[in-house]
């Protein structure tokens, strides 16, 4: 199948969004840990290098993976989805909302979308599984 479906489509979206933002947010902590005063200089570098690589590797699992239709992008992209849920719900409880609930409907989008039908055939064409 050469063409994407939508549900593929929008999957990659959401995962190149989320990307996008753990980008952002490390590359923010890393200009804070230089300009400011970090109370404890190896976990700020820590923190914004972490910040950094899940950053890039979800836009490599999003464009490299799923844009591209390649099989393994979907089990890093569900994957993390089921990681961003207890954070949300973290967020949530933690008396932020205006976080939580967008996160939780980003990621419902992204795990409904990789799972649903047409991204499957897409990814996996219609091959059924050898019985032994």
């Not at 954070?87 to 795990?111: D, K």
């Given at each position: 199948?050469n063409?994407?479906?939508?549900?593929?489509?929008i999957a990659?979206?959401?995962?190149?969004?989320?990307?996008?933002?753990?980008?952002?947010?490390?590359?923010?902590a890393?200009?804070?840990?230089?300009?400011?005063?970090?109370?404890?200089?190896?976990?700020?570098?820590?923190?914004?290098?972490f910040?950094?690589?899940?950053?890039a590797?979800?836009?490599w699992?999003a464009?490299?993976?799923?844009?591209?239709?390649?099989?393994?992008?979907?089990?890093?992209g569900?994957?993390?989805?089921?990681?961003?849920?207890?954070?949300?719900?973290?967020?949530?409880?933690?008396?932020?909302?205006?976080?939580?609930?967008?996160?939780?409907?980003?990621?419902?989008?992204?795990?409904?979308?990789?799972?649903?039908?047409?991204?499957t055939?897409?990814l996996y064409?219609?091959?059924?599984?050898?019985?032994?």
């Amino acid at each position: 199948m050469n063409r994407r479906p939508l549900t593929l489509v929008i999957a990659a979206v959401v995962v190149s969004l989320e990307g996008l933002v753990a980008l952002g947010l490390g590359g923010y902590a890393a200009v804070e840990t230089v300009t400011g005063r970090p109370g404890n200089l190896t976990t700020a570098i820590a923190e914004s290098a972490f910040g950094v690589l899940i950053g890039a590797g979800l836009l490599w699992v999003a464009w490299g993976g799923l844009f591209r239709m390649e099989k393994w992008g979907r089990s890093p992209g569900v994957l993390t989805q089921i990681f961003l849920l207890p954070v949300a719900f973290t967020l949530i409880q933690s008396g932020l909302p205006q976080l939580g609930i967008p996160l939780i409907l980003a990621a419902a989008a992204a795990l409904v979308s990789l799972l649903a039908p047409p991204t499957t055939r897409a990814l996996y064409g219609d091959e059924q599984p050898t019985a032994k």
